[in-house]
Nanobody, 122 residues
Framework: QLVESGGGSVQAGGSLRLSCAAT????????MAWFRQAPGKEREGLAT????????LYADSVKGRFTISRDNTDNTLYLQMSSLEPEDTARYYC??????????????????WGQGTQVTVS
């Protein structure tokens, strides 16, 4: 089970750090990722990371502003978000896959999802 936290309301230009805690060892997940979905829009892949944090992939929309990281000993995935914009307002989800051949921001690659945490930027 994946449980997100850290969402909230923030002014434009501000920062937030999202966390995704797992009830099992996240070291077993070869790939983990963050997605978001705004009302009326499709789910968007933002960032993904491999098992040991040595490789990451970002969507152009967040590159340079968001940083994905994971702590396998703490069983937690993180998303550090800075320079937030109103367009970043959405519900943010973490996702995980036991196996993945390569890093991808496609939602179909991930079988395990959290319930999401809301981020509102005004």
């Amino acid at each position: 089970q994946l449980v997100e936290s850290g969402g909230g309301s923030v002014q434009a230009g501000g920062s937030l750090r999202l966390s995704c805690a797992a009830t099992e060892s996240i070291g077993s997940f070869r790939c983990m990722a963050w997605f978001r979905q705004a009302p009326g829009k499709e789910r968007e892949g933002l960032a993904t990371i491999d098992r040991f944090g040595s490789e990451t992939l970002y969507a152009d929309s967040v590159k340079g502003r968001f940083t994905i990281s994971r702590d396998n000993t703490d069983n937690t995935l993180y998303l550090q978000m800075s320079s937030l914009e109103p367009e970043d307002t959405a519900r943010y989800y973490c996702a995980a896959a036991f196996s993945c051949r390569f890093l991808s921001l496609s939602a179909s690659n991930f079988a395990h999802w959290g319930q999401g945490t809301q981020v509102t930027v005004s």
